[in-house]
């Protein structure tokens, strides 16, 4: 009999409907259920495509003695964290300061009443293996230690509490921020950027912030921007996290090499990769690999991601169904190919060219199948040290094996559906192969980065459909997200839900500021940006010491503490997002209050930022805005002509009344350069302006 769960609009919820774990979501009734019958919460939280949440639910969650026993002893409670960024900030934070690393399951015991964390854990396996102990018997010791060590429990949740508190305490400097530590904090981007190790995540917010480093670097930097940044795009629209049969960014590669993916696909990845590629085209590394990777991905989230209404869903498992009689899905299945397999799809020469210019062999490089991997850069180079493009004979092969996918050709399949669960994907008639089941509901914060990766590539490209995109999810937000008068972080079918946090409202309002950019002579796009960053403001600023909250004033009453995220992760931290979008309003609206928050958020965390630079890279190219703010002001055309251009720290604005003899007006934080009088002049002030200090 389906748990309570089973109601729920999160899909990471139901997938656990089934589980004779009586499971309770986040919620008061729970809570107070907790309390009056004095039993630990069991709170895990998790993601619909998380692998490991996927195992552990089809293993521990599963199984009948364990789910007696949680039942019996604990209350269950089951969090998306999707859904509930702020919820699992807190208690991720708790994990780490216990065990010394977190992830996903993210499973742990809080005392009732209080909901102060004591045991956690990642993955607990129903037998001892990977140094684990078996989960049943975790749950009866900690249940055991509840009971009988009250005192002890005492000391662990003040200690507990204590480091809690303390870490969202920012330290304070009573000086200005040093001269140097932008470029320290730069450096720190590239050098991390630059490392080598497996597993291999894309870490885009530090590769953004190290291609800020290329446009000018000290002697003494032990690494070249411009080639670390060139690295990672090559890493990526090469290797096997790209899906090169049918586009899209994999969430990371278990190896060093790019090679083999987990193979999820998460919106927030490839919204960033997409503006991170078309800013390097735009850098001037013209490498067409980077072209037709965005193009890939921009066709697979209109095929595969886009709703009808033109939002875009959240994710793709890792998993999938080889056939309709499987019992449970197998990681990487709709991906990889096994040789065989290959030879019965491919002519002769198609197989060739696959194998000379992919990582293609018989005996695979993936438990016997093979990731599609192009061969490194060195090996494809073609004129002018750039990658080659792909041969006839291998663009042949990859639509055949894309047919063979999908069941369709290509060029005939505008629309894929999506598996919205399990039961749904084994029991659709698909005409190819059994895909993974897609996450549909919308986020804002992942649409914004979506976005912004879309306006960036329109900017650099002019492929229009690039911009429709992104103007339709973002025309879909500004219409359907709020609630009465209050922003919501998500969308579940055109319902919205759950109030937005600080990521949605900053990097929403980095979106609405992205297109702006593109289309500088349509002002609704300005004006929702102020708009959004005024109820931004409103309900989650932090007057003293400065900054933005997670959650907003009226909805943080359940949590224990109130955090100011500033650690970039997978997805940026939004106040290094914050920061850089109350300079761009600055110089689009020339009201100094915008810079003037902007100059207390980047003081109020400038001591984690001299002390900690490689943990908050948004924050650093947040500090570049501030240092470098540049306003461009020129006409329509010559605006068109300058966006494709890499200007990081660049505003421009349509002014249709400057002088005829005049190109543009090019101002720098609160000073203006004299009129440029031809193009050329204008282009070397902006240039001048973008040699950061």
């Not at 009573?174 to 470029?183: A, F």
């Not at 293609?360 to 180079?381: C, H, I, K, M, Y």
């Amino acid at each position: 009999m389906p748990n309570r769960l089973a109601s729920a609009q999160s899909l990471y919820l139901r997938k656990h409907a089934d589980n004779p774990v009586d499971w309770w979501p986040w919620c008061d009734e729970a809570l107070e259920k907790a309390a009056a019958e004095d039993k630990p919460i069991f709170l895990s939280v998790g993601y619909s495509s998380c692998h490991w949440c996927t195992v552990m639910e089809g293993e521990a969650f599963s199984n009948a003695a364990i789910a007696e026993y949680l039942n019996a002893h604990f209350v269950p409670v089951k969090i998306d964290r999707e859904e509930r960024p702020d919820l699992d900030s807190i208690y991720m934070q708790a994990l780490q300061l216990m065990t010394g690393r977190g992830g996903w399951p993210l499973n742990i015991f809080l005392t009732p009443g209080d909901r102060v964390p004591f045991y956690g854990g990642t993955y607990f396996p129903i037998v001892a293996r990977f140094g684990q102990p078996p989960f049943l018997d975790v749950l009866q010791s900690v249940r055991v230690f509840y009971d009988r060590k009250k005192s002890k429990l005492q000391e662990m949740k003040t200690e507990m509490m204590g480091m809690l508190q303390q870490s969202v305490v920012l330290p304070q400097i009573d000086q200005p921020l040093p001269e140097t530590l932008l470029s320290d904090g730069l450096n720190a981007a590239v050098g991390i950027a630059s490392s080598h190790g497996a597993p291999s995540f894309p870490m885009m917010p530090y590769a953004e912030a190290a291609l800020r480093a290329t446009r000018r670097q000290s002697d003494d930097s032990p690494y070249d921007a411009l080639k670390v940044c060139t690295q990672r795009g090559l890493d990526l629209a090469l290797g096997g996290i790209n899906d090169h049969a049918g586009g899209g960014f994999h969430r990371y590669t278990v190896d060093a090499t790019w090679t083999v993916p987990h193979f999820e696909k998460m919106l927030y990845d490839n919204g960033q990769i997409l503006e991170f590629l078309a800013n390097l085209w735009s850098a001037g590394i013209r490498e067409p690999s980077f072209r037709q990777a965005i193009a890939g991905t921009v066709q697979w989230l209109q095929r595969e991601m886009t709703a009808p209404e033109g939002y875009f869903y959240a994710a793709q498992d890792a998993d999938s169904f080889s056939g309709t009689d499987d019992t449970e899905p197998e990681e990487g299945a709709f991906y990889v190919w096994s040789y065989t397999d290959l030879q019965k799809l491919l002519a002769a020469e198609e197989l060739h060219a696959l194998e000379t210019e992919f990582t293609v062999s018989p005996t695979g490089n993936f438990e016997g199948r093979n990731v599609l991997q192009r061969r490194p850069a060195d090996e494809l180079l073609g004129e002018m040290g750039k990658t080659a493009e792909l041969s006839a004979a291998a663009e042949a092969a990859l639509q055949k094996l894309f047919t063979a996918r999908y069941g369709t050709p290509a060029a005939d399949l505008a629309i894929f559906p999506p598996a919205r669960d399990n039961r749904d994907a084994k029991t659709e008639a698909w005409p190819g192969r059994i895909p993974p089941v897609t996450d549909t509901k919308a986020i804002v914060a992942w649409n914004s980065l979506a976005i912004s990766g879309l306006a960036r590539a329109y900017a650099v490209f002019g492929e229009e459909t690039y911009g429709n995109c992104a103007v339709r999810a973002a025309t879909f937000l500004l219409e359907n997200q709020w609630v009465g008068d209050r922003f919501h972080r998500l969308n579940y079918d055109g319902r919205a839900a759950v109030p937005a946090q600080s990521e949605d409202y900053a990097l929403f309002v980095k979106a609405l500021l992205d297109l702006h950019a593109c289309y500088p002579e349509q002002t609704q796009w300005l004006q929702q940006a102020v708009r959004v960053q005024s109820e931004f403001d409103a309900h989650l600023w932090s007057s003293e010491p400065g900054g933005y909250f997670n959650a907003a004033d009226d909805a943080s009453s359940e949590l224990l503490l109130r955090e100011r995220s500033y650690t970039d992760n997978a997805t940026p931290a939004a106040n290094g997002i914050a920061a850089a979008n109350l300079v761009r309003l600055y110089l689009l609206t020339e009201d100094l209050t915008y810079f003037d928050r902007a100059e207390h958020l980047l003081t109020a965390f400038g001591a984690i930022m001299q002390k900690a630079a490689g943990m908050c890279p948004s924050l650093f190219s947040a500090l570049d805005w501030f240092r470098n703010a540049t306003l461009v002001r020129s006409r329509s055309n010559q605006l068109q002509e300058l966006m494709p251009h890499y200007a990081p720290t660049c505003v421009y604005r349509l002014d249709t009344e400057i002088p005829e003899d005049v190109v543009g007006l090019v101002c720098r934080g609160l000073s203006c350069l004299k009129p440029a009088r031809d193009r050329n002049q204008l282009r070397a002030q902006i240039q001048q302006t973008q040699a950061r200090s």
